[in-house]
């Protein structure tokens, strides 16, 4: 009797907030857990276009459980499909890749705007212009410039007499293009995340060590990056979620191109390509891709509590 006393006093006391919680509750069920536990089942069954209901043709659904032979015949390297562990390893070099100079690039570009330097708003509008511009725009934009034959890129080094390779054809040159346009467009992004970690550094700690002899590097290796280390566990973090997951500018620069095919852009190929669009395989892609994300931020958020980190 004292619990349901207490109970309600707890939903009389804040019966307003859960009011208030329930819509969004709503919402992220119908547009995320349920075709998530959907794409769960999904990879449990032989599902494609040919046994799948259509009303259209009054054609009943004929697909059928499989167990786990889908998770098994991926997860074997089978060519057919998609060469799992060769498309991981290519998904890894492209998303540490990209992390990698997204981070060095923005901290870099901040700890120049972080200095007093004249026109230092003007730089940081123009550096924050790939950010701002629509990504289809920009993926559009670099695809002219990787132009094997009519590019300025190409043109520029056939200016200096270097080799003019064919970026966006079937040679490990795709991927490296398309990692160029994604650093491009996820820096601005680090650096003004780091610049606000910057800022929130007491200046008298730079001063403190001044006073004590601390070289330049000193400063910036006791200071700055202990300094930044809460900002940037948190961008590397999402930074590698983005970029595990990226379709749209690999997808526009190159489209369904064997040498930038990452798990992402695969299983896209599985769902809505083909003669008969295999929905089965697509879905089972699309649960390892969260279960390695997921891996990964666990051992990454155990990384951090080891080094004295609460995230």
């Not at 069920?29 to 494609?48: E, K, S």
């Amino acid at each position: 009797m004292r619990r349901e006393t207490s109970v309600r006093r707890f939903l009389d006391r804040h019966w307003y907030a859960y009011a208030m919680v329930l819509p969004v509750v709503v919402v992220i069920a119908v547009l995320v857990l349920f075709p998530l536990a959907q794409g769960v089942f999904f990879t449990f069954t032989n599902i494609n276009e040919g046994n799948i209901a259509n009303p259209v043709l009054d054609r009943p659904a004929t697909y059928v459980s499989v167990g786990l032979d889908n998770y098994l015949n991926i997860l074997s390297g089978d060519a057919s499909y998609g060469a799992f562990w060769g498309t991981l390893v290519r998904t890894l070099i492209w998303t540490f890749g990209c992390v990698f100079f997204h981070y060095t690039i923005g901290l870099g570009l901040a700890l120049l705007l972080n200095r007093q330097v004249r026109g230092r708003a003007v730089y940081r509008v123009l550096l924050i212009l790939p950010w701002a511009v629509p990504a289809f725009i920009s993926a559009f934009a670099w695809k002219y410039m990787f132009n094997a034959q009519y590019g300025i890129i190409n043109q520029a080094l056939r200016a200096v007499g270097l080799p003019d390779p064919v970026w966006l054809g079937q040679s490990d040159w795709a991927l490296v293009a398309v990692m160029i346009v994604n650093i491009w467009l996820g820096v601005p992004f680090m650096m003004v995340a780091l610049l606000g970690g910057l800022q929130s550094i007491p200046g008298d700690l730079y001063e403190a060590a001044e006073v004590d002899g601390a070289t330049p590097w000193q400063r910036f290796r006791h200071v700055t990056l202990p300094g930044l280390q809460s900002v940037s566990s948190t961008v590397v973090l999402l930074g590698i979620i983005w970029t595990f997951n990226m379709f749209a500018i690999i997808y526009l620069i190159t489209g369904p191109n064997p040498n930038t095919r990452i798990l992402v852009t695969y299983a896209f190929e599985r769902f809505f390509s083909g003669a008969s669009r295999d929905f089965a395989v697509a879905s089972t892609y699309g649960v390892l891709i969260l279960s390695v994300l997921l891996v990964f931020a666990g051992v990454y958020r155990r990384a951090l509590r080891k080094q004295g980190e609460v995230w």
